[in-house]
């Protein structure tokens, strides 16, 4: 399959573009241009002016806020059939984040002006757009939730579960999550490395979190039995 095939095999998928006919989807995957992006490399910072959609083929991308000390806080992770950039692409105002590949990754990239084209020629697609902006402040709601009423412990904890239901892989009746470092656990929380080091300690002695070699273990129950 060549890249404009795959390119209309991902939109066939995508929230934006689904119930679209196969040859409107063929149509408008001739309009992306094809990108790659390293691992580590940034596609572009918070406050960059540019309004590009970027659809994401392969890889992995994070979206991510830094402060002036250079912490950082992971507002979402991109793969596979993900998009990212439409808010920018829509007011044109800097974007609101900075995003980076984790991984190789390779990026269809639409022009603002081509984009407004397709909605102008497709306006079930305007929908589209609002459901999923609405999806991702939901989530962003959620995450403001839990940085303003949950401690470190009730964060980390949320944080598992969620990556544990995502995953849906199962050891002893809990969910296994892949272990990351302290540090990048913090970026996913919203706390320091020190902070998530001394909460990790405390939900292992608590029974909350299990040590399993390369992975935690926890219980699709856990947010029962910590306080918020």
Do not use: C
């Amino acid at each position: 399959m060549g890249e404009t095939g795959r390119v209309a095999d991902f939109l066939r998928k995508s929230v934006l573009f689904q119930n679209l006919s196969d040859s409107e989807l063929r149509k408008i995957s001739l309009n992306f241009e094809i990108i790659d992006l390293p691992m580590g490399e940034v596609l572009f910072y918070e406050k960059d002016t540019s309004d590009d959609m970027y659809l994401v083929l392969e890889g992995k991308v994070r979206a991510s806020l830094f402060d002036e000390h250079g912490n950082e806080l992971v507002l979402a992770e991109l793969g596979p059939g993900e998009f990212l950039g439409e808010m920018s692409m829509i007011d044109q105002l800097p974007r609101s984040a900075t995003v980076l590949a984790q991984e190789n990754t390779r990026l269809a990239v639409l022009r603002r002006e081509t984009f407004l084209k397709i909605l102008r020629e497709n306006p079930d697609i305007a929908i589209n757009v609002i459901k999923a902006l609405v999806a991702r402040l939901r989530r962003t709601d959620d995450m403001v939730e839990a940085l303003a009423f949950r401690n470190v412990e009730s964060r980390i904890v949320k944080f598992l579960l969620e990556v544990g239901k995502e995953k849906g892989n199962m050891e002893k009746g809990r969910f296994r999550v892949r272990k990351m470092t302290h540090r990048d656990l913090a970026a996913r929380v919203g706390s320091s490395r020190e902070a998530v080091t001394k909460a990790l300690k405390a939900l292992s002695f608590k029974g909350i979190i299990e040590d399993s070699g390369n992975f935690w273990l926890i219980s699709p129950s856990a947010e029962d039995h910590i306080d918020p």
